[in-house]
């Protein structure tokens, strides 16, 4: 962890095209958060659609109370950010390493 806190530090220092067994652990590493991050971002999604369509669904019959939709879905969490973060350094990481392979 530290050495991959120390490569995301050093920005555009750390070279993605490096073979070394190192560099290859360090990008591994951050395309795996990477991943894990998105799909969760894509469940967190799914399940905010789901919650939506069927808030929707119960409340077809219901039409008078449009406003009152719109604010329920936002005291339901709809509109609240979730937790799953990722470091904007991995992203960074991984970006260069799509690039570095669409060079090849």
Known sequence: ED??????????????????????????QCIDSYRNYMQTEYRN??????????KKD????????????????????????SENKIDPRKIKIVEQVFEYCYQT
């Open 58 to 81: 119960d409340d077809d019959s219901d039409e008078d109370d449009s406003e009152d939709e719109d604010a329920n879905m936002r005291d339901n969490g709809l509109n609240i950010n």
């Open 45 to 54: 999604k799914e399940e905010k659609l789901s919650m939506v369509k069927s």
């Open 3 to 28: 050495s991959l806190n120390h490569a995301l530090c050093a920005g555009d220092l750390f070279n993605v095209s490096d073979p070394s067994d190192y560099t290859k652990k360090l990008t591994e």
